[in-house]
């Protein structure tokens, strides 16, 4: 029987005050240099769901993704990598949201050239996730569009100073009403996505299918859809079809937490994902530990193949 379970670290918990919201005056001359380094060396041939890793960077290393390779043909088992977390928090003097790095994740960003490069250099794609912050914040309460666009060029900005691949949305803990914010609106999503994609139309737009963003993905006759390339189910051990108007390509129905989720339902829901035709398979908390056999339950289903775990 699938469980709910929504038992992530939430970033919130470990973020220091003391950190700015971008830290690109001392950071961004490194960090853009790092974007210049070797291309990205082609991953081996494989066929199947895209497979994404999400990384609790408070506790575990990028590098762990790169870690993971399929016995039959050397392929990389993830293709997407997502640092677990950024947050958006309120500035209460301006009355503004803006992103906020804890010092793990300002860590993982400061060293882009060991946690970061490595594994888009295998080929995996590296995104940023954004969350919520307890603080009034969120996606869905920008009070104009001014205000969701110059959030959008915050986060493209990132993307570009730190040489990421995209933005992943997660509307949570947000605490709506708080600091004195305002509720969810219909527009503020929709302008904020709009923005995004206008300055980054090259990159990965992701959406966690949970909380008031995820439901309000149409205003005045804009639907932003089409604009995320990836959407998926937010409840480990479950499968649950994101109702998001995107290809089952793009969709992932099926979600694990990786040393959680039984070994049985992970090849369970691998299988679903194959035989009902979705083109993703969404794994979260991926830890330094050597997690071949929770690994080869999926991947024996999507791609016929166990994984092979190299320290």
């Known amino acids: 029987?699938?469980?709910?379970?929504?038992s992530r670290l939430r970033t919130a918990v470990f973020a220091l005050s003391a950190v700015a919201a971008l830290a690109f005056a001392g950071t961004a001359g490194t960090a853009a240099s790092a974007t210049t380094g070797a291309a990205a060396a082609p991953a081996a041939a494989k066929q199947g769901p895209t497979s994404v890793a999400y990384v609790e960077v408070n506790n575990n290393s990028m590098r762990?993704?790169?870690?993971?390779?399929l016995a039959n043909g050397g392929?990389?088992?993830f293709d997407v990598a997502v640092i677990f977390a950024a947050n958006i928090n309120y500035d209460t003097g301006k009355k503004a949201a803006y992103l906020h790095f804890n010092e793990n994740v300002q860590?993982?960003?400061?060293?882009?050239a060991t946690e970061i490069r490595p594994l888009q250099q295998k080929g995996i794609k590296v995104v940023l996730s954004v969350l919520g912050?307890?603080?009034?914040a969120g996606f869905a309460n920008f009070p104009s569009q001014q205000a969701a666009s110059a959030f959008a060029k915050t986060l493209s900005d990132t993307v570009a100073t730190y040489g990421l691949d995209g933005i992943d949305f997660d509307d949570e803990y947000a605490e709506y009403g708080n600091n004195g914010t305002g509720q969810p609106n219909d527009s503020s999503f929709v302008h904020l996505v709009?923005?995004?994609?206008?300055?980054?139309?090259?990159k990965i737009i992701s959406l966690y299918n949970i909380g008031p963003a995820a439901s309000r993905l149409s205003y005045g006759g804009v639907d932003v859809s089409s604009k995320f390339d990836y959407a998926w189910n937010p409840y480990y051990g479950t499968w649950q079809?994101?109702?998001?108007?995107?290809p089952k390509s793009k969709l992932s129905p099926a979600a694990v937490e990786i040393g959680r989720t039984a070994q049985s339902t992970?090849?369970?829901?691998?299988r679903r994902t194959v035989s009902e035709g979705y083109g993703v398979y969404l794994t979260y908390n991926l830890d330094g530990a050597n997690r071949s056999a929770d690994v080869s339950a999926f991947t024996r289903e999507l791609y016929g193949s166990d994984a092979v775990y190299t320290p």
Do not use: E, I, S
């Open 75 to 77: 392929g990389n088992v």
């Open 241 to 246: 079809v994101p109702r998001v108007a995107l």
């Open 1 to 6: 029987m699938f469980t709910l379970v929504r």
């Open 194 to 202: 709009t923005a995004l994609r206008a300055n980054m139309p090259n």
């Open 266 to 270: 992970a090849a369970g829901l691998a």
């Open 133 to 136: 912050n307890h603080q009034g």
């Open 64 to 69: 762990n993704v790169g870690k993971y390779t």
């Open 107 to 112: 860590r993982v960003l400061d060293n882009a």
